[in-house]
């Protein structure tokens, strides 16, 4: 299990979410991003692990509304396309930095 951030910011100018993990290091995370790899069962479907929506089906100026935290395990996102059942636990959030990283080098 990853540990929690030890800060989360949002950049709403760049569009950004900034995410300070306690191991060290920094996370910058397009919102657009985060929103297209929402992991509830509206954008995932629950039995094959399709997924049903991507970053490109998102608004591209979609932003957080609201964040709010889920017990100490995950962070609640209330979207401005009025999505708000995603919950992104610290190992998704980690997950997801990963996967941005490769995809900026490449
Ligand atoms: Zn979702």
Redesign the pocket.
């Known amino acids: 299990m990853a540990s929690p951030p030890s800060n989360i910011k949002v950049h709403r100018e760049r569009r950004l979410l900034e995410l300070t993990w306690p191991e060290g290091g920094t996370s910058l995370l397009p919102f657009r991003f985060v929103r297209g790899r ?7 479907d629950e039995n094959t692990g399709e997924r049903m ?1 991507d970053v490109m089906d998102v608004p591209a100026d979609v932003a957080p509304k609201q964040l709010g935290f889920s017990g100490n395990y995950a962070l609640r996102v209330e979207w401005s396309d009025d ?1 708000d ?2 919950l992104y636990t610290w190992d998704w959030l980690e997950q997801l930095s990963q996967e941005f990283a490769a995809a900026s080098r490449s």
């Open positions: 929402c992991p509830c069962a509206a954008c995932v929506v999505h059942t995603g």
